[in-house]
C-alpha cells in the first residue's frame, strides 16, 4: 500500500482479554517498529523488527506483550490478561533499512480496557 | 539508558511570534530527527540533523545540533496556526533503537 496500515484503529476491551493489534507497512521496508503513545505523551518504544527478527524486544512492558512479524510484512502485536494501564494509542511505523532512516508512522490503534 | 529530555513541554502563543524548542541528553548520538504529529495521526518527519553543529532550515523552522551531538533545537519564526502540534525529536541508541523525546505541545492562537 501507499501508506503504513494499522487495525484496528478503535479497539475497546475488557479487562482480562486478550487483544491482537495489526500492522502492515510500506511494501519493501524492511525495518518495522511498534510504540506506545500515552495522551499528549512522547513515544515508548516496545519492539523493532529487522525482517522477521527482533534484534530487541527490550521495550516489552511485561511477558503478557509480544509480537510477530511474518514474511517481512505484516506484523501483530499481541497483549494477553489487558489491564488498564495497558490503555494508550499503539503506533506502528516502518523504515527501508534500520534505525537512524525515516520513519513512517501509521495513524496508530486506540486502546482502551475497560 | 539514554533518555532525550524536551523542553517545554507545553507552549501556547499568538501567531506571528517565535519559539524555540529544545531536546537535550548528557548521550551523544549519531544523528536526530524531528517529528511533528497531529491529533488521530502518526508523527511525520520534519529534518534529520547528522553533523555536530548542522543547521537546517525549512522554511520558517531552524533546526540546529549541538556541536556535541547532545543536543538539539528548533526554532519556529512567525508561527503560525498550522504550526499547532506535538513537536518530537529522536535519535537512535546505543542499542541501535530509535527513541523519543517526550514531546512539546504547541499551540499557536490566531
Known amino acids: 500500500g501507499a501508506g503504513v496500515s494499522q487495525s484496528p484503529s478503535n479497539k475497546v476491551t475488557e479487562k482480562g482479554k486478550d487483544v491482537e493489534l495489526r500492522c502492515d507497512p510500506i511494501?519493501?521496508?524492511?525495518?518495522l517498529y511498534w510504540y506506545r503513545q500515552s495522551l499528549g505523551q512522547g513515544l515508548e518504544f516496545l519492539i523493532y523488527?529487522?525482517?522477521?527478527?527482533?534484534?530487541?524486544k527490550s521495550g516489552l512492558p511485561s511477558d503478557r506483550f509480544s509480537a510477530e512479524r511474518t514474511g517481512g510484512s505484516v506484523s501483530t502485536l499481541t497483549i494477553q490478561r489487558t489491564q488498564q494501564e495497558d490503555s494508550a494509542v499503539y503506533l506502528c511505523?516502518?523504515?527501508?533499512?534500520?534505525?537512524?532512516?525515516?520513519?513512517?508512522f501509521g495513524s496508530g490503534t486506540q486502546l482502551s480496557v475497560l | 539508558t539514554q533518555l532525550l529530555e524536551q523542553s517545554p513541554q507545553f507552549l501556547s502563543i499568538q501567531e506571528g511570534e517565535n519559539l524555540t524548542v529544545y531536546c537535550n541528553s548528557s548521550?551523544?548520538?549519531?544523528?536526530l530527527q524531528w517529528y511533528r504529529q497531529e491529533p488521530g495521526e502518526g508523527p511525520v518527519l520534519l529534518v534529520t540533523?547528522?553533523?555536530?553543529?548542522e543547521v537546517k532550515k525549512l522554511k520558517r523552522l531552524t533546526f540546529q545540533f549541538g556541536d556535541a551531538r547532545k543536543d538539539s533545537s528548533l526554532h519556529i519564526t512567525a508561527a503560525q496556526p498550522g504550526d499547532t502540534g506535538l513537536y518530537l525529536c529522536?535519535?537512535?541508541?546505543?542499542?541501535?533503537?530509535?527513541?523519543f523525546g517526550s514531546g512539546t505541545r504547541l499551540l499557536v492562537r490566531p
Open positions: 511505523a516502518s523504515s527501508l533499512a534500520g534505525p537512524g532512516e525515516k520513519l513512517f
Open positions: 511494501s519493501g521496508h524492511t525495518a
Open positions: 523488527f529487522q525482517g522477521n527478527s527482533a534484534p530487541d
Open positions: 548521550s551523544v548520538f549519531s544523528s
Open positions: 540533523v547528522v553533523t555536530g553543529g
Open positions: 529522536a535519535g537512535v541508541d546505543s542499542s541501535y533503537k530509535l527513541i
